[in-house]
């Protein structure tokens, strides 16, 4: 079983910065898509951010600009910077490797209060 680890979150005020990051296990896995989503209360899972092995990326059209997916592969790491936040973004964040279906990290809370 695939287990990946997320790291990073927490709160945040307005117009504040948060990194996460997100490793799998081994380097075999960097060859896959992988993206961040995430959950709002009472909302449905969105995408966030995507990024392919090739490092194309895909954004959220109200991340984008303000959001940046990233990878390393020597690392088996994959990140997301999110800038200029808002209360809007508050949500669980889930990183997401597309292997077999899709892996699931165990989601991290990201809160923007004031």
């Known amino acids: 079983q695939v287990h990946l680890a997320e790291s990073g979150g927490g709160l945040a005020q307005p117009g504040g910065s948060l990194e996460l990051s997100c490793t799998a296990p081994?380097?075999?896995?960097?060859?896959?898509?992988m993206g961040w989503y995430r959950q709002a209360p009472g909302k449905r899972r969105e995408m966030v951010a995507a990024i392919n092995a090739g490092g194309d990326t895909n954004y959220l059209g109200s991340v984008q600009g303000r959001f940046t997916i990233s990878r390393d592969n020597a690392k088996n790491s994959v990140y997301l910077q999110m800038n200029n936040l808002k209360p809007e973004d508050t949500a669980v964040y889930y990183c997401?490797?597309?292997?077999?279906?899709?892996?699931w990290g165990q989601g991290t809370q990201v809160t923007v209060s004031s």
């Open positions: 081994d380097n075999m896995y960097m060859r896959y898509h």
């Open positions: 997401m490797l597309d292997y077999k279906g899709g892996v």
